[in-house]
Every structure is written in structure tokens, then in C-alpha cells.
């Protein structure tokens, strides 16, 4: 599969400017290496005035935030330490007025033509405070998450033993859908939301370490009554661990502080008081049992 910057978005040939003007896209960098320059050179096109881009930099010291484009509409704040990704794009947020927020990953590539698709299906859904796209990996392949349901316990066992197909949180083993519809949950690497939406819920909740602050904010947005939409013409395409590649171990380890979180936070009520401290002891032993596999990984 090429990559979207050189195959674009079927059926669109060109991006409207005074669409994509009301865009800011938020790009969290860390330590993004050459992709961050590649994310921003394909979501700004060929044209290079639109969508502004704001990137928030946490003090990343590989000089990823030298290696920029000098385009209209970019601007970059670098950070004194590593905030993390949910409280940067937050910190992004005083410094947004337009109507639609795009966040999106530093090793994600969106073209404009499909930035406006997506702001197209907002604009055309009120209902609707998020949309998103398909996401692949660099070969071609639909990336784990792309499609996706909200975690519970019972999804997150049939996740991990697999006892029924489709009653997971991971739906990209099913067939893709033909055209755009409401899900539960999309990819966290690359969200278009109605900006006043993501203010009204005050962004993400800093309580999450690293992952699943994404699938936190889609559960708010369920309960305070809107919708999230999946495009599936738009590709969108995604190295994944980027950032994350040096320090496997605490990312690892991140992820299931993150599940026990998300599970205290949204799954009380189908979650037996008794069946908690087995929960509790079963993701950390999980957790050790996958240190040596990350750092093969790594």
C-alpha cells in the first residue's frame, strides 16, 4: 500500500481552504524523531495555509521540533518537561478558537482531502462530537483499535481468550463497513471533535497515565448524549510507538494502570464488588509477565 501522502482520499480531489480554516489541528510531540515533520508536510498539503497547526512539545531532545517546515499557520510550543499526551493537548486548548479540534498523533499522516471528509460528515451529523477515520500501519494493514468498542470486563476477557468473535473490544477482524455510521469508539491517534464539545467535557482527564484516556473521553461523550462516527473511506496512516520505543517497559506498565482506571471509572456497575481484587491481582501479574516481552519488543 503507498502511503497516504502519495495515494490521497478517493473522491475528493481537492480540500476546501475555508473548511480546513476552521481546523486547528494539536499535535503532541515527544521525541517524534523525522515523523513529526512528515505528519505535518502531509496535513498541510501542498497549498500549506490550512489547517493551523499548533504543536506541543515535551521537551523532546532529539531535535524532532527543529526539523519543521516553514509554513503559515504552524506554530510550536515547546514545553519545559514531559507533560504527557492528554495534559498537552489540554494545555493546547486556551490556545484554540475554531470550531472543529483535530488531535493526532506526530506519526500519523492525513492528507487534507481527507481532513475536510471528515469535518464534512461533522458538519453534515450535529449529533455527532467525533469522527475518524480507518487507521493502518505503514504495510497496509488495519491497525488494532482502528475499530473498536468501549472495554468492560466481559469485553476485556473475550479480548483476552477470545471465547466469543466479535464480543471484544477490538472489531477490526470483522468487515469493514461500506459507508460512515455511529461506533462506539475509534482510534485515539487521529480524532476530529467539535471543539466546544472537548471544552464542555474539560478535555482529557490527567488522571490516566498514558493510554486509554482516549477510550475515557469516548465513554464521556456517550453519556452526555452524542455520537462518534467512523469514516471508512478516510486512510490514515500510522507508525505506532514512536515515541514510545525507548522506555517499552513504562509503557507496558502505563497501559494496565490506564485498564484499572478506565474499569473503576465506567464499569462499577457491571463490575461484582467481589471480583475486584482478582481483577486487581490478574493485571498485575499480567503486567510482570509482559515486562520481558516488551523488552524483546524493544
Known amino acids: 500500500m503507498n502511503s497516504v501522502e502519495e495515494v490521497g482520499q478517493p473522491g475528493v480531489e481537492r480540500s476546501d481552504p475555508s473548511l480546513l480554516a476552521r481546523i486547528t489541528a494539536v499535535v503532541v510531540n515527544y521525541n517524534s524523531g523525522p515523523w513529526l515533520g512528515r505528519c505535518i508536510r502531509a496535513l498541510k498539503g501542498r497549498d500549506g495555509r490550512h489547517p493551523r ?3 506541543i512539545d515535551n521537551d523532546s531532545d532529539d531535535d524532532s521540533w527543529r526539523d519543521l517546515p516553514e509554513m503559515p499557520g504552524l506554530e510550536l510550543e515547546r514545553l519545559p518537561g514531559n507533560i504527557g499526551f492528554g495534559p498537552g493537548v489540554n494545555h493546547a486548548l486556551k490556545s484554540i478558537d475554531t470550531e472543529f479540534l483535530l488531535i493526532i498523533n506526530p506519526d500519523c499522516l492525513l492528507v487534507p482531502e481527507g481532513l475536510a471528509i471528515l469535518a464534512e460528515e461533522l458538519i ?3 449529533e455527532t462530537a467525533l469522527v ?13 483499535g482502528s475499530r473498536r468498542q468501549l472495554p468492560g470486563p ?6 483476552i481468550f477470545r471465547f466469543r468473535a466479535g464480543m471484544g473490544v477490538d472489531l477490526t477482524h470483522l468487515p469493514a463497513p461500506a459507508e460512515p455510521g ?21 478535555g482529557f482527564d490527567s488522571g490516566f ?18 455520537s462518534i462516527r467512523l469514516v471508512p473511506s ?21 497501559k494496565h494502570r490506564g485498564l484499572w482506571r478506565y474499569l473503576n471509572k465506567h464499569c462499577r456497575d457491571r463490575w461484582p464488588l467481589w471480583s475486584r ?12 509477565i509482559m515486562v520481558p516481552v516488551a523488552l524483546w519488543k524493544r
Not at 497515565?209 to 452524542?226: I, N, V
Not at 478516510?234 to 502505563?254: D, F, K
Not at 481484587?277 to 510482570?288: D, E, K, N
Open 277 to 288: 481484587p482478582l481483577w486487581w491481582l490478574g493485571l498485575w501479574c499480567h503486567a510482570l
Open 154 to 159: 466481559r469485553r476485556v476477557l473475550n479480548e
Open 182 to 202: 455511529p461506533v462506539e469508539a475509534v482510534s485515539g491517534a487521529c480524532m476530529l471533535f467539535r471543539t466546544e464539545v472537548f471544552r464542555d467535557l474539560e
Open 209 to 226: 497515565p498514558m493510554h486509554f484516556e482516549d477510550l475515557d473521553l469516548m465513554a464521556r461523550l456517550h453519556r452526555a448524549g452524542w
Open 53 to 55: 497547526v499548533l504543536i
Open 234 to 254: 478516510v486512510a490514515i496512516s500510522h507508525a505506532g510507538g514512536i515515541s514510545s520505543r525507548r522506555r517499552p517497559v513504562r509503557v507496558m506498565w502505563n
Open 132 to 144: 475518524s477515520g480507518r487507521i493502518f500501519d505503514m504495510s497496509g494493514n488495519e491497525q488494532r
Open 124 to 126: 453534515g451529523h450535529p
